[in-house]
């Protein structure tokens, strides 16, 4: 679906992505993992066409993604900040979108919309609502054209845990009908259960592209987030996160949000 | 496009901004009317108020609304939608929204208290300015990566089109005294579409009668039906070049 070839972006001297080469099919869950400042979300825009490189070819579907918009007609995004206009009413939104991409009645997907309850706030305007809410509204927005590819950057950060586990299951639902999906993310335990490939940059460098299943088979791990880990230790990528990353995970599995 | 201009604009309508700008407008024209018994009074001290009231506006608030939509511009170009498209459609619902703004607030006092030419001229003047600074804070803004320098970037422009340059021109007049200039003052004039719109209203009033040669040549020019071509020209020059400089520049730009 996407494949992308010895992509390189530079900010200034900078590298933010490196010759990257890679190639997404249907039905894979791509987790696109790295410390901050790693190229995921450049990665990203460069796939959107928000940020242009400086060199490599970006094709999808087999065409050379070139300025034309129209391919995008097939992908939902949700971005990591998500800010629209302070009036706007949250219904406002919604209709907007469906008025520019002018999709049939029967392949609109509001299962988000309801599952989230934001059609009760359908007449609020958008600077009122709090910054979960607005990630919940990005949420709907990126499913609600049911498309072929879903790149989701950081989705599940600011969501409540009733939240975040809807919006899982409705990936994992898409994940189902042979979709594409990007996840961008630091929460490795969220991805455990949704990932199929695991993707991982450093310093604008594709370090390794891997299927779950030979990376818990190279660790001898089960868990995504220890697997990831011994691998990182292992060739000394960058101890710091990792050490973060356990502390994240020992939250999570600490007694007070165990349900 | 038009679809998305009219988001825009119904989200700035909405804002408390632009209703504060169109009450202070309105306001300021009324009380202007009633308070000079000579309607063509009111009208040359309104648009002293309005060259410098207007281009500021419109530059300040055009560039917050850019960088506060920076994050929507960003969710838009995710969507199935040219940049292009995305961009004009901005400058049109901010255009659209300020230009609806100045002739409520002043279209509707100068059409109750002086409705002849010299109102009109007023009216298509302020209209102008605005898109012509709507136009100009669009570039800086995306010219310019951060709100701040973006806004300052706005603000040096507008001090030079207000300011800085009826200063350099007066130098020039100065120093120059001994040469005939009415012609070069004619292209300096256009360079500026702040002067430019200051001598076409200027010069459909009495006031130009006492500028002596130079008054009567403008007067000449101006009045005829080329001067108008000439300013008409002139104002959709300073619109258009820089949208499509904007352009330009926010085709290739990340984001």
Do not use: C
Not at chain 2, 144 to 149: E, G, I, L, S
């Amino acid at each position: 679906m996407i494949r992308i070839e010895q992509l390189t972006k530079k900010f200034r001297k900078l590298f933010a992505l490196n010759d990257i080469n890679a190639q997404f099919k249907k039905g894979q869950v791509i987790s696109l993992i790295g410390p901050n400042g790693s190229g995921k979300t450049t990665l990203i825009k460069a796939i959107l066409g928000m940020v242009k490189a400086d060199g490599g070819k970006i094709y999808f579907n087999d065409e050379l993604i070139n300025g034309d918009p129209s391919y995008r007609s097939q992908i939902g995004y949700m971005p990591q900040i998500g800010r629209y206009p302070d009036n706007m009413r949250v219904g406002q939104l919604f209709k907007m979108l469906r008025n520019i991409r002018k999709v049939p009645e029967d392949k609109i997907d509001e299962e988000l919309i309801i599952k989230f309850g934001l059609k009760q706030i359908f007449d609020k305007p958008m600077r009122t609502l709090s910054g979960g809410t607005r990630q919940k509204v990005s949420a709907a927005l990126a499913f609600l054209f049911d498309t072929d590819v879903l790149i989701l950057d950081e989705p599940t950060a600011g969501l409540d845990p009733l939240s975040s586990e809807i919006l899982k299951e409705k990936i994992l639902k898409e994940k189902s009908k042979n979709k594409l999906i990007l996840i961008t993310s630091h929460i490795l335990s969220d991805l455990d259960e949704l990932t199929t490939h695991i993707m991982y940059l450093q310093e604008g460098k594709l370090e390794f592209f891997k299927e779950i299943g030979q990376l818990r088979e190279e660790t001898g791990e089960l868990k995504l987030g220890k697997a990831i880990a011994r691998i990182m230790k292992g060739e000394k990528f960058d101890s710091e996160w990792i050490d973060k990353m356990f502390e994240i995970k020992d939250e999570k599995n600490s007694p007070l949000r165990s349900e | 496009m038009l679809k998305l201009s009219k988001y825009v604009f119904y989200d700035i309508v909405r804002s408390k901004v632009i209703l504060a700008y169109t009450a202070f407008l309105f306001l300021v024209s009324f009380s202007l009317f009633n308070m000079e018994e000579n309607s063509s009074k009111a009208i040359l001290s309104l648009l002293n108020i309005i060259l410098i009231v207007v281009p500021l506006i419109s530059m300040i608030f055009t560039t917050i609304h850019y960088y506060n939509s920076y994050e929507f511009i960003e969710l838009m170009l995710s969507q199935p939608m040219s940049r292009r498209k995305i961009l004009l459609s901005e400058y049109g619902g901010v255009s659209l929204s300020l230009v609806s703004s100045f002739l409520i607030g002043v279209g509707i006092p100068v059409l109750l208290y002086s409705p002849d030419n010299v109102g009109f001229s007023l009216l298509f003047t302020g209209t102008s300015l605005t898109l012509v600074f709507t136009s100009l804070a669009f570039l800086t803004s995306v010219k310019a990566r951060d709100k701040a320098r973006g806004i300052g970037f706005a603000l040096l422009l507008w001090f030079y089109f207000a300011l800085i340059y009826d200063g350099l021109i007066l130098l020039v007049l100065f120093n120059f005294s001994d040469y005939p200039l009415e012609k070069a003052t004619l292209v300096l004039s256009a360079l500026n579409p702040i002067d430019l719109g200051r001598i076409s209203i200027m010069l459909k009033m009495d006031v130009s009668a006492l500028m002596g040669y130079t008054g009567a040549l403008y007067k000449d020019f101006f009045g005829s039906g080329s001067g108008i071509l000439f300013t008409v020209g002139i104002m959709l020059l300073w619109i258009l070049l820089p949208l499509w400089w904007a352009l330009r520049i926010f085709r290739k730009k990340d984001l």
